[in-house]
């Protein structure tokens, strides 16, 4: 009986502590020792080429539609400006549920896999692009989309892996290492984007093929499936009424973004209504549907759970904050504080993305940290407070003036992004901690749609508020200065007249906004050489937008602070520190027994001992 006793322990302890493990593993201790970097470096190779992937077009941009022979600013043209550049994020916030779905069921490993080489395939179709125009662009999208497919695989599974193959007092700094690699993509995407798009478009697309190539074959021969699986059937009608809701919902906000109807933004347009008011619709009937099949996707018992319910909570309203505000600080830059010291609009992008440094080394400093200290302290505390550094960090930009002190810029987005390193690591270890092993797929899915989700509608906002702030105000200043500085009544009422969104694009695209306003219409042909130069300088834009962007900018802040500090509230009511696997349930217990027994080959005594139990 004392036996039994002390392997009934044995058991408890390989199901509480340690991944589920092998006789290989159990033969070699050190192999398995090993086998848990290679998974993490593996993993963040691959979130690394992704994230690369995502930011390395919001600087390459103008010089992939250079080479497609293609005006992003034209009306007729706006649309497959937002697919290129939104169409990845979205299909990943789709898919990555689903996917880690099927993980759970058929294999997280052999799924990353497959992500690795759907990527890599449709790379390699991206870099090899030979239409232009409408065709070009269209085919860009297309395989951006197959490629996020592949950026779905890799999301929806990495964290899995990584939390099957980590002991529970590792996870933390598992999951800080790999945020690392993102917000280093992030960094190196801008980085790379500006050396290489001037050099060759094609290469934009092509980076990521060796990388991917090599992790294809690294992750088939090395990575090995330790997860718990339970077989099941997939939900197909939930997969499908999950996929048309989000879809719907998430473009909308996109098309929100465009003009309609003499409107500054698009939230008048029927179609824009019908998709984000009828995709809502889809997902609550969703929502039904997943109380009542038998093997949902979405596990809405997951939520039961209070550290994951807190957990999810806490990232979607913090990628909600963040998400848009990348992009607002890069107009910013680009706009407005680059060209009025002294940097041509087509230099801005690059800048944009050097001047942004501090938010990347705050967060690779603080990642890992929070990391370690989360494995020894648990998330709650680290969360909490990195949240609401961030809300604070967010109000003292506001106090910032449009033309600020770059140092004190640097300090405030690098608090900022000490901020969200704190919370990030913690909060990713926390959340995968309390999933049960063998919903771990699934639950990071759930994680990652909430933040993508969160992300794209973000954006959304944080445009739709600027615009406005423009619309109020940006029309009167355009027409004074451009008159004042001898434009024709005219053409810059004509000019005034226009959307303010494609002012803002064409800063963010490094374009000089009043050369593609007044060049179309003839406008400049009648000034001075003084006077074009003047109207076309760098200075004259960013003194006409900055008063009206400032007040949008304001009141985006105070959105950002204001969703940091109730994410923050909700980090804090996580509760203690929670291990689902420290109070398992009594089949998991039994199932743990068959799993550990690979390890002590006590197969037959320690089935015994999880029936007792049960």
């Not at 549920?97 to 490993?109: C, K, N, P």
């Not at 980590?166 to 598992?174: D, I, M, Q, S």
């Not at 997969?239 to 996109?254: D, K, Q, R, S, Y």
């Not at 998991?588 to 999880?610: R, Y």
Request: charged share 10%.
């Amino acid at each position: 009986m004392i036996l039994r006793l002390t392997r009934q322990r044995e058991v408890e302890a390989a199901v509480s502590n340690r991944s589920p493990v092998t006789k290989a593993d159990a033969a070699n201790p050190r192999g398995r020792l090993e086998y848990k970097w290679i998974a993490l470096s593996n993993t963040t190779l691959g979130i690394l080429m992704v994230t690369i992937n995502q930011s390395i077009l919001l600087i390459s941009l103008p010089d992939i539609f250079r080479g497609i022979r293609l005006n992003p600013l034209l009306p007729a043209n706006t649309s497959y400006f937002l697919w290129v550049f939104m169409g990845f994020m979205l299909v990943t916030a789709v898919l990555v549920v689903s996917l880690g779905r099927v993980g759970d069921m058929y294999g997280r490993v052999r799924m990353y896999n497959l992500g690795f080489a759907v990527f890599t395939f449709f790379s390699i179709l991206l870099s090899v692009t030979w239409m232009t125009g409408s065709a070009g662009a269209l085919w860009i999208i297309i395989m951006r989309v197959f490629q996020g497919v592949g950026g779905a695989f890799l999301f929806a599974n990495s964290s899995a892996i990584l939390t099957d193959a980590f002991p529970v007092n590792e996870r933390g700094k598992a999951m800080g290492i790999n945020g690392i690699a993102a917000v280093s993509g992030s960094f190196l995407g801008l980085i790379l984007g500006g050396v290489l798009g001037p050099v060759q478009w094609h290469l934009v697309f092509l980076v990521s093929v060796p990388f991917g190539l090599f992790g294809t074959i690294w992750a088939y021969l090395k990575l090995q499936d330790n997860g718990v699986r339970i077989p099941s059937k997939i939900d197909w009608l939930g997969n499908v009424t999950f996929a048309v809701g989000l879809i719907a919902v998430l473009t909308g906000i996109v098309y929100s973004l465009l003009p309609y109807g003499g409107h500054s933004t698009g939230w008048t347009n029927p179609w824009v209504l019908a998709g984000v008011i009828g995709g809502v619709a889809v997902l609550v009937l969703f929502v039904f549907i997943e109380t009542r099949v038998p093997q949902p996707m979405f596990r809405l018992n997951l939520f039961r759970i209070r550290a994951f319910t807190a957990g999810n909570i806490a990232a979607l309203l913090g990628a909600l904050g963040r998400g848009g505000m990348q992009f607002m600080l890069i107009i910013w830059l680009q706009g407005i504080w680059l060209p009025e010291h002294g940097y041509s609009f087509a230099q801005t992008p690059l800048w944009a993305g050097i001047a942004m440094v501090p938010l990347t080394l705050g967060f690779l400093i603080m990642g890992p940290i929070s990391g370690v200290l989360s494995d020894r302290l648990g998330a709650r505390g680290l969360a909490t407070v990195g949240l609401t550094l961030s809300g604070a960090a967010f109000l003292l930009l506001e106090i910032l003036p449009m033309n600020f002190s770059y140092p004190v810029f640097a300090v405030l987005i690098f608090l900022f992004a000490v901020g969200m390193g704190l919370f990030f690591s913690p909060n990713l270890a926390s959340v995968m901690n309390s999933l049960p092993p063998e919903q771990r797929g699934a639950g990071a899915g759930m994680l990652n749609t909430f933040q993508n989700a969160a992300t794209v509608l973000s954006m959304g906002l944080f445009f739709t508020i600027v615009t406005l702030g423009l619309a109020a105000e940006l029309p009167t200043h355009l027409f004074q200065g451009l008159t004042a500085a001898g434009v024709a009544a005219g053409p810059a009422r004509a000019v005034a007249s226009e959307p303010p969104i494609g002012s803002l694009f064409s800063a963010f695209l490094g374009f000089n906004p009043i050369k593609e306003l007044l060049g179309p219409i003839g406008a400049l042909k009648h000034l001075s050489p003084h006077q074009l130069s003047y109207v076309t300088g760098r200075k004259f834009f960013p003194s006409l937008i900055a008063p009206a962007f400032s007040n949008g900018l304001h009141l985006a802040f105070d959105f950002a602070a204001g969703a940091s500090f109730i994410a923050a509230l909700a980090s804090l009511l996580r509760g203690a520190r929670y291990v689902h696997a420290n109070q398992p349930l009594k089949e998991e217990i039994a199932e743990g027994a068959i799993a550990a027994a690979g390890a002590t080959g006590l197969l037959e005594e320690e089935v015994a001992v999880g029936e007792e139990t049960a």
